[in-house]
Structures are given as structure tokens and as C-alpha cells.
């Protein structure tokens, strides 16, 4: 029943933008705190944002200052807006509720959004 559908990744140079978004659905949303997560070619799947039930959020030292976490649990949707994007950034980006500690539960991943950025 847990859906977790990412969009908005795509190819962009260093220096600019992208707006992912994840709809998720099979879950009450309004009480789960949300994070993204990120997987670059050849290295694990590394914590990059959270945001909790009421708003507080989180990040990694790598993105902090650049992208911005935000929900809305009318549409029962995350956000993760990324500025100044690098190459570094490179990675496919997924989206999971939040068990403890912003570490994912992890019982099901979605498709993800492939994020490419050029140099």
C-alpha cells in the first residue's frame, strides 16, 4: 500500500536549479516526519534532508545553505529545492519516511529522480 513517488530530477549545469518533489501516499502523512536520500554510482545511499511532523528541519554539512526542505500535508507532498547545484550532487534521489535519528525506514523506496548536474 506505501507509494513513494519522486519527480522534478534532470539534467542542469553546476550552478543551478531543480525542485524535486515526492508523493506519498499509504501512509498518515501529517505525523511522519519525511527525508530525502541520495545514490551516487558506486557509493551507499547517504541522508541529505529531513523535515519533521511540525516543520523542523535538517541537513547534511554538504547541502546546508543550498537546498531547502519543505512539505505540504494537504498534498501529502515533500519538497527538496536545490540551488547551487555541483556535480557532486549527482546522484538518483529518493524519499522515505523517517524512523529515528533521520535514518529511513527503509520498508519501501520508490523509483527515485535521477539528478544530473554538468559541469
Known amino acids: 500500500q506505501v507509494q513513494l513517488v519522486e519527480s522534478g530530477g534532470g539534467l542542469v549545469q553546476a550552478g543551478g536549479s531543480l525542485r524535486l518533489s515526492c508523493v506519498a501516499s499509504?501512509?498518515?502523512?501529517?505525523?511522519?516526519?519525511m527525508g530525502w536520500y541520495r545514490q551516487a554510482p558506486g557509493k551507499q545511499r547517504e541522508f541529505v534532508a529531513g523535515?519533521?511532523?511540525?516543520?523542523?528541519?535538517y541537513y547534511t554539512d554538504s547541502v546546508k545553505g543550498r537546498f531547502t526542505i519543505s512539505r505540504d500535508n494537504a498534498k501529502n507532498t515533500v519538497y527538496l529545492q536545490m540551488n547551487s547545484l555541483k556535480p557532486e550532487d549527482t546522484a538518483v534521489y529518493y524519499c522515505?519516511?523517517?524512523?529515528?535519528?533521520?535514518?529511513?525506514?527503509?520498508?519501501?523506496w520508490g523509483q527515485g529522480t535521477q539528478v544530473t548536474v554538468s559541469s
Open positions: 522515505n519516511p523517517v524512523a529515528t535519528a533521520w535514518v529511513p525506514q527503509g520498508d519501501y
Open positions: 499509504g501512509i498518515t502523512f501529517r505525523i511522519n516526519a
Open positions: 523535515i519533521g511532523r511540525y516543520g523542523a528541519t
